[in-house]
T-cell receptor, first 113, second 114 residues
Framework: AQSVTQPDIHITVSEGASLELRCNYS??????LFWYVQSPGQGLQLLLK??????LVQGIKGFEAEFKRSQSSFNLRKPSVHWSDAAEYFC???????????FGAGTTVTVRA | DTGVSQNPRHKITKRGQNVTFRCDPI?????LYWYRQTLGQGPEFLTY????????KSRLLSDRFSAERPKGSFSTLEIQRTEQGDSAMYLC????????????FGPGTRLTVL
């Protein structure tokens, strides 16, 4: 069974500083990997996804993520955060023959002025 | 493309009552998923439809839960005899059903069982 670990429950970052959110997955085959963002009381918005090919993927809102097979990781980064980036971020794993997504527990990002 | 919509957005009910939620997927999306999200956790898969066929159900989906997708369009999720443990956000997602499937989520229905 696939699983996702997000080691950081809560991260506080200053506006304009860089941000990195960690995600480790466990899956036997080649995974499909996703990052979603959720604002309070809202649904999930897709930030970016990885299926194959270039291991550095670009997403919306200036986010990027890098797939590292050797480390079973798919960390999310942003060079300079904005106050509007304060939200909860979820990493998820899926696969070609397993349509359901398995999510991590999420990382809450707080942005201080 | 109006996105995935869910109704109602909020539902407060008393223990023992039945509730029904509706999800309208993105048009032309063949697959529809239901997830449940409790406070401080990521979403957990409940069930999945390919067109009108319900193809997989999680063990989380007890016999008090039933989902339908008549005619392969909108879907409903019904919870009978609600319990306080059913309080959660219920999320619906849809996808095209092509090889590299990407799920797009609705805003969710927040259920509170008193």
């Amino acid at each position: 069974a696939q699983s996702v670990t997000q080691p950081d429950i809560h991260i506080t970052v200053s506006e304009g500083a860089s941000l990195e959110l960690r995600c480790n997955y466990s899956y036997g085959a080649t995974p499909y990997l996703f990052w979603y963002v959720q604002s309070p009381g809202q649904g999930l918005q897709l930030l970016l996804k990885y299926f194959s090919g270039d291991t550095l993927v670009q997403g919306i809102k200036g986010f990027e993520a890098e797939f590292k097979r050797s480390q079973s990781s798919f960390n999310l980064r942003k060079p300079s955060v904005h106050w509007s980036d304060a939200a909860e971020y979820f990493c998820a794993v899926g696969a070609v023959n397993d349509y359901k997504l398995s999510f991590g527990a999420g990382t809450t990002v707080t942005v201080r002025a | 493309d109006t996105g995935v919509s869910q109704n109602p957005r909020h539902k407060i009910t008393k223990r023992g009552q039945n509730v029904t939620f509706r999800c309208d997927p993105i048009s032309e999306h063949n697959r529809l998923y239901w997830y449940r999200q409790t406070l401080g956790q990521g979403p957990e898969f409940l069930t999945y439809f390919q067109n009108e066929a319900q193809l997989e159900k999680s063990r989380l989906l007890s016999d008090r839960f039933s989902a339908e997708r008549p005619k392969g369009s909108f879907s409903t999720l019904e919870i009978q005899r609600t319990e306080q443990g059913d309080s959660a956000m219920y999320l619906c997602a849809s996808s095209l059903g092509d090889g590299r499937d990407t799920q797009y989520f609705g805003p969710g229905t927040r259920l509170t069982v008193l």
